[in-house]
């Protein structure tokens, strides 16, 4: 690809994203119906998705980022849930669409037929991601549905794997398929534990923030390819890998934290909006491979398969849902109460994103006979047509719907709560170590300095009371608010008069980097705490 249309690529899809930001539609939805109109404008280069560029090199950074965001603990007290839907609702799906759209299109074998079944099986860990952040979903179910979307890439490709080996003709049967599912799976979560502690280690002992944030882009790709070279899941690898640092951030040095939250929030952002854009623009080189298929039949076959993906996404997820707890006494213990809303919720979540494309694009162009993959075009297509229609129709009435099922969001109140009682009982334990430290003669401090820790940690412990009480009744601002925003106010005058220094010479652009460094130390805080 030349560089010029790289960077048009990325350029135009960051300026959609950012501007879908000021809309009620959710960037992906908004990226993906960019990029359909765009692959007709005359001038606009062909973008062929090359699945050895998006499986190895854009879904492992987007994974590490949803993993080390995810909540370890969270996902493990809803793993049972999360296995359902990422391993046992992948088979199901691979086997019931397939089978279906083998009865429903006359020209297409089982064995393609499967390929297809496990090709758009796994909701997509992108626009699943994206869609809940956008919509503010029930905690418990953004968990869900970002467990299931870290981990069904995994068995979908391994599905995908024994399908197209019967599909070539290389032959499969089911004691070889569960052989090779156990080696992706096992052998992908066995990558991630042998690779996550030493790479743990590695961060926490390297004190050069420089190198930590090059470790840091480093890791997902290192597990991926690591995992993938002696056959097993690469997804499983970097899942495994993202979840165990993103649970210790906290013993990594805090320059790292900062720098390291504002690189991949970058990198995610960037790569989220390609993603999607590269979506949209594949409709013409899909199009292209119809050949003999008729305009209405192949319509008609798409609307099938669409239609079929989203029913037997609801057979899988009701049961799945109910009939453990009616079986398991155990199971109404420990999981909270559920109604019928949250499966309609989750049912209609399913989106489809670039890792099918991805997969589809990968099948060959023959068999090992030598002759033509059975309707490869048709497979493609209709690949392409479920992931438009997933994320359009069910990714612009998900908002509906959530309204109209009138789901409790988060309680602000409740959250804003435990944050300052957390806070409370921290600001104590730091009151007790200062009165510790200062009573040892080695660390006599000056009665003004003292008072100034004092009241850092006084501010710090009465900032999160302050959001709960009153607010000006002339801005509707809290006083914490107010407090943050004349901070960001005097930062910025004194910001001013550094630069008026510098351009009168009375300091040299060395201090005044350094002199910025330090307000905008100051001011990360402030803008921080304000959007909190």
Do not use: C
């Not at 900062?258 to 690189?263: F, K, P, S, T």
């Not at 690949?383 to 990714?395: E, K, R």
């Amino acid at each position: 690809m030349d560089p010029l249309q790289l960077i048009a690529l990325v350029a135009g899809s960051a300026v959609i994203a950012a501007a879908a930001r000021r809309t009620p539609v959710p960037a992906p939805l908004l990226l993906v119906t960019a990029g359909l109109g765009a692959a007709y404008v005359p001038g606009v280069p062909s973008y062929v998705l090359d699945p050895h560029i998006v499986l190895p090199l854009l879904l492992p950074p987007l994974l590490h980022t949803a993993a080390v965001e995810s909540s370890y603990l969270d996902l493990r007290a809803n793993a049972r849930a999360v296995g359902l839907l990422s391993v046992g609702y992948v088979l199901f799906a691979t086997l019931v669409v397939g089978y279906l759209a083998y009865l429903f299109i006359p020209e297409m074998p089982l064995t393609a037929a499967l390929v297809l079944g496990a090709v758009i099986a796994p909701p997509d860990a992108v626009a699943a991601t994206a869609i809940a952040r956008k919509l503010g979903l029930p905690s418990r179910i953004t968990t869900i549905l970002q467990g299931e979307s870290l981990v069904n890439d995994a068995t979908a490709i391994t599905a995908f794997k024994v399908a197209l080996a019967a599909a070539v003709g290389e032959g499969a049967s089911w004691a070889g398929g569960i052989g090779e599912f156990a080696l992706a799976s096992l052998g992908g979560i066995g990558i991630g534990l042998v690779l996550m502690v030493p790479i743990h280690w590695l961060r926490t002992h390297l004190r050069e923030a420089l190198l930590q944030n090059t470790l840091s882009l480093l890791i997902p790709f290192v597990a991926y390819a690591a995992a993938e070279q002696v056959g097993a899941s690469g997804v499983l690898a970097v899942v495994v890998v993202g979840l165990y640092l993103g649970h210790r951030s906290w013993q990594v040095d805090f320059a790292t934290r900062l720098q390291e939250q504002a690189v991949w929030k970058m990198v995610s952002f960037l790569l989220e909006s390609v993603v999607f854009a590269l979506i949209g623009l594949q409709l013409p080189y899909v199009l292209k491979g119809l050949g003999t298929y008729g305009g209405m039949e192949v319509a008609g076959y798409a609307v099938g398969v669409f239609v079929t993906v989203v029913l037997v996404r609801y057979l899988w997820v009701f049961p799945a849902t109910f009939v453990p707890r009616l079986l398991s006494k155990r199971i109404r213990e420990r999981e909270p109460d559920t109604t019928w809303k949250a499966p309609l919720i989750v049912g209609w979540a399913g989106m489809r994103g670039v890792v099918s494309l991805a997969i589809a694009f990968s099948i060959p162009l023959t068999t090992h006979a030598g002759d033509a993959f059975p309707t490869r075009n048709l497979v493609l297509f209709l690949t392409f047509t479920t992931v438009i229609a997933t994320l359009v129709v069910q990714g612009l009435t998900l908002p509906k719907l959530i309204r109209l099922l009138k789901l409790p969001g988060r309680d602000s109140y409740a959250e804003t709560l435990a944050e300052a009682q957390a806070q409370s009982r921290a600001s104590v334990a730091a009151e007790q170590r200062l009165d510790e430290l200062l009573a040892d003669d080695r660390n006599a401090l000056a009665e003004p300095l003292a008072d100034r820790l004092r009241n850092v940690l006084e501010r710090r412990r009465n900032s999160v009371w302050e959001r709960l009480g009153t607010v000006n009744e002339l801005t509707g601002e809290s006083a914490d608010r107010t407090y943050q925003r004349l901070s960001r106010e005097m930062i910025g005058a004194e910001r001013e008069v550094f630069v008026t220094l510098r351009d009168e010479r009375r300091i040299d652009d060395e201090m005044l980097r350094t002199l910025l460094r330090r307000l905008d130390l100051e001011e990360a805080v402030a803008y921080r705490e304000e959007t909190d």
